[in-house]
């Protein structure tokens, strides 16, 4: 159960730049006048949006640490990687998915809020069951590279693919999941 909870920490994440996005997309103007009319339609969703950002961009810190760390300590045996993919585009692509929907958010009324939650629910069902937690807009601008392997595996590294040659390079398994990480050490200078 916690370990779906982390997923599901790591799910919300990607969508900060979504909330933002709403934010401002029901900003009349940039004016001290006018954000503060908006946060006063509704500051519970507001203050909610700044809680669920904050703690969920804490649990991808974390997360990625983690796998760092585990890199770099691991006994773990490490799985040969060959014929990858480069999948930064279509991460960007699940994203942009969502944008439309939760854009049309209207933060003063609770039937478009609760759609959105609904869709949001939907989408957290499939991304916490699939182990597709990699499908976050936040690895992208943090300077991650997202790439398929056999059976649609996954590896999250920061490498670029032209600085590493994926033949024979080893990457460790996060867990039991379908994702797999690089860290830097594996380099090519």
């Known amino acids: 159960m916690l370990g779906k909870i982390f997923k599901l920490s790591i799910y919300i994440s990607a969508y900060i730049p979504i909330f933002i996005m709403i934010f401002f997309a029901n900003l ?4 001290r006048e006018n954000i503060s009319i908006l946060w006063n339609k509704n500051p519970t969703l507001w203050k909610t949006f700044i ?41 960007l ?6 944008i439309i929907p939760i854009l049309s958010l209207d933060p003063t009324s ?15 069902i499939y991304v916490v069951n699939n182990n597709s937690i990699y499908n976050n807009i936040l690895l992208i601008l943090m300077g991650y590279h997202i790439y398929t ?10 490498i670029p693919k032209d600085e590493v040659i994926f033949e024979n390079i080893g990457a460790k398994q996060v867990g039991s999941t379908n994702i797999y990480y690089i860290g830097k050490q594996n380099k090519v200078n």
């Open 28 to 31: 009349k103007s940039f004016s």
């Open 51 to 91: 809680v669920i950002s904050i703690l969920s961009f804490i649990f991808l810190l974390l997360w990625l640490y983690i796998l760092n760390k585990s890199y770099q300590t691991s006994s773990k045996e490490k799985v040969e990687i060959n014929g990858t993919d480069l999948k930064d585009a279509d991460v």
């Open 93 to 98: 692509n699940f994203f942009v998915t969502f």
């Open 110 to 124: 609770l039937p478009s809020i609760v759609m959105n939650l609904f869709l949001l629910l939907i989408e957290a």
């Open 149 to 158: 392997f056999s059976d649609d595996n996954v590896v999250i590294t920061r």
